[in-house]
């Protein structure tokens, strides 16, 4: 079977209303404005049930005069086809003309399109927006995205903004952009994130070493790359590398960091999304900017909880010496996150950094376990001072729940340290006189441990 175009005088054009045709040939036509630019699996993944039903589908609205096919370089072989909209289909869903690209401009719109695909094809429902440039509203960034792309994997979320790279920017544009990346983020600390897509490795490869001497502080767990070719074939499971930061590398959906929810009722290639593109619609950005607090399910007690978290990471020699077992600490009633049983599974908190992880134990939205894991994560990076200042903010806290979580950490990794004793003794002996008896005891307790530490 041959893809190539069939000429004009072995077709027979028709005419047809828009209003009559079915949803997915209507969002079809909405996605071809949406992104300009889509191939038939592309189509497949996004609004088609099919590759056959997408090749078949295209090949009506070409007959109708709706769409337009234009050849593509080859690639293994064969000639690929790409979509547009043809002139008499713009007018007819009353859109204004525009100039057709050319080939550079037409492949960086392809990837663009085939790194949400890919996503969406590969793990369904992660992709709760996607705005091409041209959707961005323009706002005072200092820096425009190619695109936007917000994922949520149920436990954490990430506002994405897509750099598409086709090697055609020179190392000064690259690093101005970064710089401007580097200023935006400094509004928006939590959840935000740069990702460039690159159209090879060998391209990777070049931008980290251009962005290489920058090592800005405010890139650092935030500027990610990827090759397409390892999106399409991988999707969510892609490795994306740090540019202009020393970050360990890590799966494209680790990149989902922050507790808070993203969620859109239209889910990139969800039913309702294909119906709200039919239909002319768009998204609701405004619950997505900065997310809200997830819905908690009923407590239980947190010794469920923490009884059954497996510490993989190795505990500092001081940190040995201390009771571990729980009981010791933990009173019957204390309450404050679903079971691991009942709760979604955890998601990559090693992915996350020390600041991202010292939010995460203060959060309201978070669960005792994810509490326990980052504290384990932070002793493991000898991040001390940030564990000290989670701990201080949960005792603090007017929840008899949290102060007994914050007395658990101080017993578990901060009493044995003699640099941090002083700071932390008025501190534990204020909760020893509260009327709550259960953290009474247990800071109790704690000032006992310490002073064993100190003889």
């Not at 889910?267 to 002319?280: F, H, R």
């Not at 399910?297 to 059954?308: F, H, K």
Request: aromatic residues 6%.
């Amino acid at each position: 079977m041959s893809y190539r175009p069939s000429s004009l005088a072995h077709v027979v054009r028709t005419r047809v209303d828009v209003s009559l045709l079915s949803v997915s040939d209507r969002a079809c036509l909405r996605l071809l404005e949406y992104a300009r630019v889509c191939t038939a699996s592309q189509l497949a993944s996004l609004v088609y049930p099919s590759l056959r039903t997408a090749l078949r589908r295209t090949r009506r609205l070409y007959l109708d005069n709706l769409v337009i096919r234009e050849s593509l370089p080859p690639d293994r072989g064969g000639i690929p086809l790409a979509y547009r909209l043809s002139s008499s289909g713009r007018r007819r869903i009353h859109l204004n003309a525009y100039r057709s690209p050319g080939l550079i401009a037409t492949r960086h719109s392809l990837d663009g399109v085939e790194f949400v695909a890919s996503l969406v094809q590969h793990n369904p429902g992660l992709v709760q927006l996607w705005w091409p440039e041209w959707l961005i509203p323009g706002y005072d960034w200092g820096v425009k995205p190619d695109h936007l792309v917000v994922i949520d994997t149920g436990e954490a979320s990430a506002f994405i903004l897509v750099e598409v790279d086709e090697s055609t920017e020179r190392p000064p544009v690259i690093r101005d952009r970064l710089r401007a990346y580097a200023k935006l983020f400094e509004d928006h600390r939590v959840g935000w994130h740069l990702l460039w897509v690159a159209n090879s490795p060998e391209r990777l490869a070049r931008l980290r070493q251009i962005a290489g001497p920058m090592k800005d502080v405010m890139l650092s767990g935030r500027c990610w790359g990827v090759a397409i070719d390892d999106v399409s074939d991988r999707g969510g499971d892609a490795e994306v590398l740090a540019i202009g930061a020393n970050d360990e590398p890590r799966p494209l959906r680790g990149i989902a960091t922050d507790p808070k929810a993203r969620r859109s009722e239209y889910e990139v290639g969800s039913a309702a999304w294909i119906s709200l593109l039919a239909n002319g619609g768009r998204e609701d950005i405004d619950p997505l900017w900065y997310g809200v607090e997830r819905e908690r399910t009923e407590p239980v007690p947190v010794a469920a909880v923490i009884d059954s978290v497996v510490e993989e990471a190795a505990e500092p020699a001081a940190i040995e010496t201390q009771a571990t077992s729980i009981e010791e600490l933990e009173a019957p009633s204390l309450e404050s996150s679903p079971s691991p049983s009942e709760a979604i599974p955890a998601f990559d908190l090693e992915y996350m950094t020390s600041i991202e992880l010292a939010v995460l134990i203060t959060a309201r939205y978070r669960t005792v376990r994810q509490a326990l894991k980052a504290a384990s994560l932070l002793a493991e990076r000898h991040e001390w001072h940030h564990l000290e200042e989670s701990a201080d903010m949960l005792c603090r806290s007017d929840e008899p729940n949290e102060q007994r979580l914050g007395l658990h950490f101080i017993h578990r990794y901060l009493a044995a340290d003699p640099n941090m004793r002083p700071a932390l003794i008025w501190l534990v002996r204020s909760l020893a006189n509260r009327q709550d008896e259960a953290a009474s005891t247990m800071a109790r307790e704690v000032l006992d441990q310490m002073a064993v530490g100190g003889t």
